[in-house]
């Protein structure tokens, strides 16, 4: 199987990589348009800021290649939000898969901690990337959310309740990190590739 990572300088990539290894798997880490397009499975991760990795997608070409992929690809933290319509995190328009707006957390108590950081539970899930699974927990690290929408395929609560992952056509997405959690995220990493 040859699966895709896309490279764009974001943090987080070599857990990827690392994780997909230990599944047996050889992804090739690539901002290669023809590389991607080619790709029987496109992982798109990352932890970094929104509006710095739209320029450097825009720069090389990739956020239309991304747009027009037709295989399963899988949009991870960051990889999520920039999946989406806009993010306030730099005030950025973003790929506009997911017709949804990226929101920054705001505290409503000092018991409110921004980032989200640690384990949380997955509720209505809808979608083979959870294949096998119930209620399950699943590792967070962020400061903007992903509000429920059409696409959200399942949710989680922190300050509010929004999407932990989304789904639209091939496209998938998680806002939590699969790659950092544990047996679950190796299930739903398993999942993934197996759709």
């Given amino acids: 199987m040859n699966i895709a990572v896309v490279k764009y300088n974001a943090g987080n990539i070599c857990s990827v990589m690392n994780a997909l290894g230990r599944l047996g798997v050889e992804a090739r880490l690539t901002d290669d348009s023809a590389e991607l397009r080619l790709a029987d499975k496109v992982i798109f ?77 997955l509720h209505s899930l809808r979608s083979p990337l959870f294949e096998g699974l119930t209620d399950p927990y699943v590792y967070f690290v962020h400061s903007f959310f992903c509000p429920l929408c059409a696409d959200t395929a399942a949710t989680t609560h922190h300050i509010l309740d929004y999407s932990a992952a989304l789904q639209h056509d091939n496209f998938f997405a998680t806002q939590f990190h699969p790659e950092k959690s544990g047996s679950v995220g190796e299930q739903i990493l398993k999942n993934f590739l197996s759709i």
């Avoid at 320029?55 to 090389?60: D, P």
């Avoid at 920039?82 to 920054?104: K, P």
């Fill in 45 to 121: 991760p990352g932890q970094g800021e929104a509006a710095t990795a739209m320029r450097y997608l825009s720069e090389r070409g990739l956020d239309e290649v991304i747009r027009s992929l037709t295989q399963p690809v899988l949009g991870i933290c960051v990889g999520q939000q920039l999946l989406c319509r806009h993010s306030d995190e730099g005030d950025v328009d973003c790929l506009g898969i997911f017709l949804t707006d990226v929101r920054r957390f705001r505290p409503e108590s000092v018991d409110d901690k921004v980032p989200a950081m640690g384990w949380n539970r």
